[in-house]
């Protein structure tokens, strides 16, 4: 796909677990589409240091699994970006590490999975659905991607909590996408598929990491799927004359 | 009797009621999810998308070592990077617990003295004539006093709520940019359902976003200041929307007290509501005429707050009088997460070729008829002024239940804009008067 240089020019992005992987990776193409950025992870230090050697982006601590988290989480990223177009779910937990049967799998890593890959995501999301509608009303449209896995649809041996979690989280999409369709908010649900990223390293980590796809490159794909999404509705408002 | 305060911080009780005053006056009793009902074809609606921020930071003022508690209570402009400075209420040592009039006063505050939250300090740079009102000046990025607004804020509130508050609680369901003092709590009347169901009822939703502010202080010669001076700002859209019910003679219904206050404030050049920023001055009661809103829906508000004499704007003294008393015979819950009110604007009257109306309800609703206006609108004089269902009486009228004559049986033509003095004055307001012969549906 070819793209001009600055395609999201002034979109405001947050994103969830931006200092690795695909996260990063994201981040770095949304940037050199023209967007502005908040992220925000739990690591202080690496947040520090990703947004210290980006200057359009906004670092923000707190973990998307704790609930107390999520509306301060959610004022930082509105109050400093000044609004929300795109919300992106990227921040994942496998459950148990190294991978579990079910049948061994403590409940606690359990819900460690839920609480980062389904309830973080609809809280926040939730938390930022002012912002993000405000954004629809405004502009024409607004987008939420939850970062989805081929674990959500097949029942991979080993990986329950992960695949039962992300499983949710795509059901979630699609039901959200269709109720929120009448706000002018997308929600969609992409697959990245097998990167060589931290994450995957602690899944499966005899795997080649030559095999497995560059986080760059699904961050393109992802990018493209987000602008593909926005001028969509935007597109469509501007010729209904939404924005009057 | 006072009115009961609603003590639990759930913003839509299942039990919620909507004390409607038509613009004659009427008043009925609704369930509050009911106030979709009473929109009709061609109204629009307009709320205010702000976020609530946490207020309320406790510190320590270093010249005395005091503890205190900072509310956040104005600042500039809504420009996310513009939150160095804000204008500030002090108090000494406490909390929420505590009611605000029975709080301990600071220390003695001066300009340049500091005030450390945690890491982050900030400095008093002025006093603004009082001695518990002063602009602070924090030290920090942006980013910085963002990030310490979220660890050590808490939402601003009132002794009448005993639990703590969370931003959660006070976010409505449609909160984005985080710019209020205090919720803008009107609008916790909507949810996704009430939204989807104006919109399957093609009854246009709009929003603008005004920084609401604080709206007791607990000192009387503050409180006599308020609302301060709060920034707003008006969507192209929203203000497109508003235009265009204009034309189409809908009605433009205001969820809270701050949409009145940024639209008439947008309105106040020429009549006609401009997008953009702005910072709403004004202050709206009896005098006010209303350019921009004609219905307001609001919290339930008692009679000494700068919220309750808005609603002067709307409708007269005595029927505001018949509204308080009838909120408190019926056990009306008060205070942000209360009942609610809708109140349309009141029809102005005026009767026969009178130059001044006769009920004097009338007469505070049309304080400026000159004999000009007079004139213009003696053509009318034979129109019925008043429908038959109103009775001529000092108070307000009660009735529960719409009975159906009052339903079907058309009060036309409808009295208001044809003989009366529309404090409006922008020509899209009667492109065509005998268009809006439409019956005077009352109450709905």
């Known amino acids: 796909m070819i793209h001009t240089p600055h395609n999201l020019q002034g979109i405001r992005v947050a994103l969830t677990g931006g200092t690795s992987g695909l996260g990063l990776a994201l981040m770095d193409e949304l940037v050199t589409r023209g967007a502005r950025v908040a992220f925000v992870a739990r690591d202080q230090r690496r947040v520090a240091a990703v947004a210290a050697a980006r200057p359009k982006v906004a670092g923000i601590v707190g973990d998307v699994s704790n609930k107390d988290d999520i509306y301060p989480l959610a004022m930082q990223i509105s109050g400093l970006l000044g609004g929300v177009d795109v919300l992106v779910n990227n921040a994942s937990a496998l459950g148990p590490v190294p991978l579990a049967l079910l049948a061994d799998t403590e409940c606690e890593d359990f819900e460690t999975a839920l609480a980062t890959n389904l309830l973080g995501p609809f809280r926040l999301t939730r938390a930022l659905l002012g912002s993000l509608s405000a954004a629809a009303r405004e502009r024409g449209g607004a987008v939420v991607l939850n970062v989805s896995s081929d674990a959500a649809i097949e029942p991979y041996p080993g990986w329950g909590a992960y695949g039962a979690s992300k499983s949710g989280l795509r059901h979630l999409s699609r039901i959200w996408d269709k109720e929120l369709a009448s706000q002018r908010v997308r929600v969609l649900s992409l697959d990245p598929g097998d990167m060589d990223t931290p994450l995957h390293a602690l899944a499966a980590s005899g795997d080649d990491p030559t095999t497995l796809k560059r986080p760059a490159d699904a961050a393109r794909e992802f990018a493209d799927a987000i602008e593909a999404a926005l001028h969509a509705l935007r597109d469509q408002a501007h010729l209904e004359g939404v924005r009057a | ?444």
């Open chain 2, 1 to 444: 009797m006072t009115m009961r305060a609603a003590t639990l911080p759930v913003q839509r009780p299942h039990d919620a009621r909507l004390l409607v005053v038509d613009r004659h006056g009427h008043i009925e009793h609704r369930p509050r999810h009911a106030f979709v009902e009473l929109l009709r074809p061609g109204d629009c609606v307009i709320a205010n998308d702000a976020a609530t921020l946490p207020a309320s930071l406790h510190g320590i003022h270093r010249r005395s070592d005091a503890v205190i508690e900072i509310r956040l209570a104005g600042r500039q402009s809504l420009d996310p990077q513009d939150v160095k400075r804000f204008k500030a209420v002090v108090f000494g040592a406490g909390d929420f617990h505590t009611p605000t009039e029975a709080r301990a006063a600071p220390p003695r505050l001066a300009p340049g003295d500091r005030v450390s939250f945690g890491k982050l300090e900030a400095t008093i740079v002025r006093m603004l004539d009082h001695p518990r009102f002063v602009e602070l000046q924090f030290h920090a990025d942006a980013a910085r006093i963002w990030e310490m607004l979220a660890q050590q804020g808490k939402p601003v509130q009132y002794a009448h709520l005993h639990e703590a508050l969370a931003l959660w609680d006070v976010w409505t369901p449609i909160a984005a940019q985080p710019v209020a003092f205090e919720p803008p709590s009107a609008g916790f009347v909507l949810d996704w359902r009430s939204i989807d169901a104006l919109q399957a009822r093609s009854i246009p939703f709009a929003t603008l976003t005004h920084a609401a502010g604080l709206s007791s202080t607990g000192d009387a010669v503050l409180d006599q200041r308020l609302p301060l001076d709060e920034p707003y700002r008006i969507p192209a859209a929203t203000a497109a929307l508003i235009a265009a019910t204009r034309a189409r003679q809908g009605r433009v219904v205001a969820i809270g007290t701050t949409v009145v206050r940024a639209l008439e404030h947008a309105a106040s050049g020429n009549g006609v509501v401009h997008a953009g920023d702005g910072v709403a001055t004004q202050r709206i009661g009896p005098q006010t005429q209303l350019r921009a809103v004609d219905v307001i829906v609001s919290g339930t508000h008692e009679p000494d707050t700068s919220h309750y004499a808005l609603l002067r704007a709307f409708t007269d003294t005595l029927t505001l009088q018949g509204v308080t008393d009838e909120l408190e015979a019926h056990r009306y819950r008060t205070h942000e997460f209360g009942d609610s009110v809708w109140i349309e604007r009141r029809a102005c009257v005026v009767q026969g070729a009178r130059t001044s109306p006769l009920d004097p309800r009338e007469r505070e609703r049309c304080p400026t008829l000159g004999i000009g206006l007079a004139d213009s609108h003696r053509k009318d004089s034979a129109m019925p002024a008043v429908p038959s269902s109103r009775p001529h009486r000092a108070g307000p009228t009660l009735r529960k239940v719409p009975t159906v004559s009052d339903e079907l049986t058309p009060v036309a033509p409808s009295p208001d804009k044809e003989t009366s003095h529309d404090t409006r004055n922008h020509p899209a307001d009667h492109p065509d008067p005998a268009a809006d012969r439409r019956p005077a549906k009352l109450a709905v």
